[in-house]
């Protein structure tokens, strides 16, 4: 949608020979068509005008399959957007959750309540990719300013009402010191307001966050997957996590072994019929193990193509299919990459290369 909006023809970049180039083809394709139709072309030099997005540069657009990185999706993470989206009802920026009621033997439709959240808000802009417990103080720490400025002009109004017995020259002092103050304070009371509507907001998404973590014991998933792809030993067997009721929902626990799964090079039959029959058991939908396990099956295979596959491969292909071969090697694997810190997902990695106009990712799809 990006390339559209600025008018501006994109740079098509994809790997070779899955999913990804047969969607890049399709969208080259009706780009072109759309470039042969000077009537109604998106990316017409009059249009670009008309929207003020005249441009000689043009975007790129990378195509990746989802294949490349599955391990991502799956992680639960600890960042403040995240949790969001994974557990809260999130959509077009808005968040919709349950009221609690005052009175449980009322019987009734459930109340609800949505929060809109600005994309370019500053609290949002500044913590979304904060760790949670960052979170929860930064929201503490808007609250406490946010009191110290209410009880501010508390003290104001109050010092403004002098007692009766005040002389005249008392009188005069106290309201030359203070009017200027109580007319600043007056004129920020919409932006305090505002401030308080934001921080009550904000209170109530982390604490319907923390009561989900605390429910389902998701500090204690994330750690053992920081752990699983970090190669460190576990201090509880998987298969005692998953068979464990107190410990998480289904679904987090197969999201574990699915990791756990990624990050195992190799995994006997007996093995995986164990952690299956856990899954089932724990109520998990295993439709997802099986997937995997043709993923792993196709990846391998992938991997064992010959290199004459292409009769027009050229070095530069060879050296982006070996920047592809490592991202998929890393979720096979789970490196570090996925641990929160400056290190860089497999995506990350190839658009920065691309940018930076490397040689190994010369060789993709392009729309010229």
């Not at 500044?126 to 400025?149: C, I, M, W």
């Not at 989900?212 to 005692?240: G, N, T, V, W, Y």
């Not at 391998?300 to 070095?315: D, F, I, L, N, Q």
């Not at 810190?341 to 990350?348: A, K, S, Y």
């Amino acid at each position: 949608a990006e390339p559209l909006c600025r008018s501006a023809v994109p740079i098509i970049r994809c790997p070779r020979g899955n999913a990804a180039e047969m969607v890049a083809e399709e969208l080259d394709k009706k780009l072109r068509e759309s470039l042969r139709n000077a009537g109604n072309s998106l990316f017409s030099p009059e249009l670009a005008m008309s929207r003020g997005r005249m441009s000689f540069q043009r975007p790129l657009l990378v195509v990746l399959d989802r294949g490349i990185d599955l391990a991502a999706s799956l992680h639960h993470t600890w960042t403040y957007q995240a949790l969001v989206h994974d557990l809260l009802d999130f959509k077009l920026n808005r968040i919709t959750m349950k009221e609690d009621q005052p009175d449980p033997t009322v019987q009734g439709k459930e109340k609800t309540k949505n929060y809109e959240l600005d994309v370019d808000a500053k609290f949002w802009q500044a913590h979304k990719g904060s760790p949670f417990p960052t979170v929860a103080e930064a929201v503490q720490n808007e609250l406490d300013q946010y009191r110290a400025s209410e009880d501010e002009v508390k003290r104001l109004k109050s010092v403004m009402g002098l007692e009766d017995s005040a002389s005249d020259a008392e009188i005069s002092a106290a309201l030359s010191e203070n009017t200027a103050k109580l007319t600043s304070a007056i004129s920020s009371l919409p932006e305090l307001l505002e401030r308080k509507k934001m921080i009550d907001m904000h209170t109530n998404i982390a604490t319907a966050l923390l009561e989900e973590i605390k429910a389902r014991k998701l500090d204690f998933f994330f750690e053992m997957e920081e752990k699983i792809m970090a190669k460190s030993s576990l201090d509880k067997p998987l298969l005692d996590i998953i068979t464990d009721p107190e410990t998480g929902s289904s679904v987090d626990k197969l999201r574990l072994f699915l990791i756990h799964y990624l990050a195992s090079p190799d995994m006997s039959s007996s093995d995986m019929e164990k952690y299956v029959k856990a899954l089932q058991e724990a109520g998990a939908d295993t439709a997802a193990v099986d997937y995997l396990k043709k993923w792993k099956v196709y990846q391998k295979m992938s991997s064992t193509e010959p290199a004459s596959r292409s009769s027009g491969g050229t070095t530069a292909m060879r050296m982006f299919s070996k920047l592809m071969t490592t991202g998929s090697k890393f979720v096979m694997e789970g490196v570090k990459n996925l641990v929160i810190g400056e290190r860089h997902l497999p995506v990350t990695r190839i658009v920065d290369a691309l940018m930076e106009g490397k040689r190994a990712v010369e060789a993709g799809c392009a729309a010229q």
